[in-house]
């Protein structure tokens, strides 16, 4: 089943794009790290040594040589000369967003403000600067390359902010630099009790996973004290544990070893005539709303001046619900149309559009997360910018916001003319 809504683009001919830098961010890194020079073909919408815009740019990066899932490491990005050839000799306040690749995880690293003189003519050399990258969870055992997706320049001038975007060809760049991931082992869990409800004399088979090989011993407990209902079984080569456990006593979890609990609800005998009540839960829809749609994403005017020109909004966050009361996990992708006006003809056949998702849970009762999607271009062809793990014996479900920022690229020359795209949202 799919749902999805619509949401309309407007996008004007115009632009206050200035090619000022092409700085990239930099960060600071340990003393004991690899260094990697890259040199990568930047495609800016801003004049530039060669014709069509682009120039090379050697990146300087330094990263530890190895890090555990779950750390936060330095890495050092030292830019050297930018593609760009400034077209005025000023004094801006700039700020550089650049957008990396983990492995397969998205991250924005943003520079702090830096007072920049540039010269008409003469490619600015950025400085390097500081931040942090924090190594995902589930990588263990891997070497996850750092990828650069696109930089993005915000330049100050007399109140005004001038927008400079250089992204890799292809997209996104060679490798700049590369972090060997610990295969560490993972912590026992206690994963499935069967039955998990029952009186006194109730049989459980507890199972769990990432149990070092040999003997285990599970434990009945009543908030978190022990009951004394204890039980054996074996953990095979893969880490999968089983532990028989006969519970006696009032319990409100069953573990296996020292990994945590898993509930065990406990029924009590009473004298008398049982009276059974049953209740059937239903699944609820999953939802994106809403569905008629949200407001138009416009992007206002912009002037023609010959050159390529960005121009940055932000996509209103539109609602997910998935209260199917299962395991269940889902994907949420975009497309979307050409830029057209239909009454004059007029197209942005050479038009890009962009997102760069943001997924947030809005019910704290949420049982599951949602992850955003990496950052790319909108086309016709499906792109993920939001899901929910499957959770395998857990529930999953909640409520979630799905938006993010939005970037329109436009050509050198079009037609002036007001022109819309349909951006449609779809949950599956």
């Not at 749902?3 to 001919?13: D, K």
């Not at 005025?88 to 397969?104: A, E, I, M, Q």
């Not at 960005?310 to 830029?339: E, H, I, K, M, Y």
């Not at 704290?364 to 993920?384: E, F, M, Q």
């Amino acid at each position: 089943m799919s749902t999805s809504y619509r949401r309309r683009i407007l996008a004007g001919a115009g632009a206050l794009t200035l090619a000022l830098a092409g700085g990239v961010v930099g960060l600071a890194g340990p003393a004991q790290a690899a260094t990697k020079t890259t040199t990568i073909f930047m495609n800016c919408d801003a004049p530039a040594p060669q014709a069509d815009g682009s120039g090379n740019q050697n990146f300087t990066v330094t990263l530890p040589d190895t890090a555990k899932a779950g750390d936060t490491v330095p890495v050092t990005i030292d830019p050297g000369p930018s593609p760009l050839l400034p077209a005025f000799s000023v004094t801006t306040d700039n700020t550089t967003k650049v957008h990396l690749l983990v492995g397969t995880k998205a991250v924005t690293v943003t520079s702090p403000v830096e007072t920049v003189t540039v010269v008409a003519g003469v490619p600015l050399d950025a400085k390097p600067f500081t931040a942090n990258l924090t190594i995902p969870d589930g990588t263990e055992g891997t070497t996850l390359d750092v990828k650069i997706d696109q930089a993005v320049t915000d330049a100050v001038l007399g109140g005004m902010t001038y927008t400079t975007t250089c992204t890799p060809q292809p997209r996104p760049s060679a490798s700049v630099g590369s972090v060997a991931v610990e295969a560490l082992p993972k912590d026992p869990v206690t994963t499935k009790l069967t039955p998990n409800s029952g009186g006194p004399g109730t049989a459980v088979v507890a199972t769990g996973a990432n149990f070092p090989a040999g003997a285990v011993t599970c434990a009945a407990s009543l908030s978190g004290t022990d009951t004394g209902d204890t039980g054996s079984g074996t953990a095979d080569a893969s880490g999968v544990a089983t532990c028989n456990i006969t519970i006696t006593k009032k319990a409100d979890s069953v573990r296996i070893g020292t990994a945590p609990g898993k509930a065990f609800s406990y029924v009590a005998p009473v004298e008398g005539v049982p009276h059974p009540v049953d209740i059937e839960v239903l699944p609820g829809p999953l939802a994106l709303g809403p569905t008629a749609g949200l407001p138009a994403l416009d992007f206002g005017s912009i002037t023609i001046n010959g050159k390529k020109q960005s121009v940055v909004g932000a996509f209103n966050a539109a609602t997910v619900q998935d209260f199917r009361g299962g395991s269940l996990g889902w994907d949420l992708t975009v497309t979307r149309t050409p830029f057209l006006n239909t009454a004059t003809g007029h197209a942005l056949a050479t038009a890009g559009l962009g997102i760069q998702p943001a997924c947030t849970v809005t019910n704290p009762d949420s049982p599951s997360a949602c992850s955003a999607g990496a950052p790319g271009a909108i086309t016709d062809v499906p792109l993920k910018v939001a899901s929910q793990a499957p959770g395998g014996d857990e529930l999953t479900g909640g409520e979630f916001a799905v938006g993010g920022g939005a970037m329109i690229q436009l050509p050198a020359f079009m037609f002036a003319d007001t022109y819309q795209s349909v951006v449609t949202f779809s949950i599956a």
